[in-house]
């Protein structure tokens, strides 16, 4: 099978943390040839749906210890060829957010890939519907309190009635402009104010919980089944438990009521094709579904000695057009 991966410069990538690395590894340890491509390197030739690909061979990342590792020269490119992506059997869709006006014509030229031959993941209608703050909305009795607003006044007055909040921006990543919030604190107006650009920008405003201090769960699923969970705790004086800013990762296990949350979540992945997410629970609340690029695959493999990139190329298989 062919498998092409949309993925930010691998340049940039830490193949020992990233989790698109790890199934291109699966893919390519379990026989398939792997390719790769970036957005702006997509386009659409009489109604096709084509990508300038490049064949990439990986040497794997070894763990050792508490961690993995990888060597410098992990990745060796071929040569860069325009190919409908319809030869693909299964094209994931891996730029790393935020959501942007590009981001989405991207979605628009993968709509043009032919269903009949090609898996997409995820769905380019589904990336476009599932903002990964909003989506979680719909899920009344798995989320916290929650708010979106750019109106200050309103944000105020949820907060003051919670005591402490949460404020994200509808577009960021990896933990990037969250804010933690009080109604006393002599800076409220204008951290709102900021966040809002100036009133013009809806944010997200959520109860604090204050389990968010004994870790943020990432749930892997894949078409809507849980197969792995990492506890995202914060270190320092840090709130946020995200990686990408020092979060520490702990094993854990899924709690009957965090098997309840997937199961809620479940049936609104499977319609919308978000076949591979990672969907994130704080004390028993949901709090995002992450759909662009989730990560969580290294940390899972590290701490339960599993393997599930290998999981997610054998689902495309078992689905194979």
């Known amino acids: ?157 949820a907060v003051e009635r919670w005591g402490a909040a949460v404020l994200k921006p509808l577009g960021g990543k990896a933990g990037e402009g969250i804010l933690f919030l009080e109604g006393g604190d002599r800076n409220f107006n204008s951290m709102i104010e900021i966040s809002t650009h100036q009133g013009k920008e809806p944010v997200m405003i959520q109860t604090y919980l204050p389990a968010a201090k004994n870790g943020d769960k990432r749930v892997v699923m894949l078409n809507g089944e849980p197969i792995g969970a990492v506890n995202r705790v914060p270190t320092g004086k840090e709130f946020r438990g995200n990686m990408a800013v020092g979060g520490r990762s702990d094993k854990t296990e899924l709690t009957e009521r965090d098997l309840e949350i997937c199961r809620q979540v479940a049936p609104a992945l499977r319609r919308d094709g978000l076949i591979f997410v990672g969907i994130d629970i704080i004390g028993g609340y949901l709090t995002e579904v992450n759909v662009t690029s989730p990560t969580g695959i290294r940390e899972i493999d590290r701490l339960d000695d599993v393997r599930l990139g290998n999981q997610v190329v054998e689902w495309v298989e078992k689905n194979a057009k």
């Open 1 to 157: 099978m062919k498998f092409a991966f949309i993925i930010d410069p691998i340049s940039k990538l830490d193949a020992s943390h990233d989790t698109s690395v790890a199934i291109m590894e699966a893919a390519q340890v379990l026989g398939h040839e792997v390719y790769v491509t970036q957005a702006e390197r997509l386009s659409v030739i009489e109604a096709q749906a084509y990508g300038l690909l490049q064949s990439v061979v990986i040497k794997p990342a070894v763990k050792a210890g508490d961690r993995w590792f990888s060597e410098p020269d992990w990745y060796r490119l071929g040569e860069a060829k325009w190919r409908s992506l319809s030869e693909m059997d299964a094209v994931f869709m891996r730029t790393d957010p935020p959501v942007t006006v590009p981001y989405l014509y991207v979605t628009y030229i993968l709509d043009y890939i032919d269903r009949a031959t090609t898996q997409v993941i995820n769905s380019p209608a589904g990336l476009r519907a599932a903002n990964e703050k909003m989506y979680a909305l719909q899920f009344t009795d798995a989320i916290p309190e929650t708010i979106v607003s750019a109106d200050k006044q309103v944000i105020r007055e």
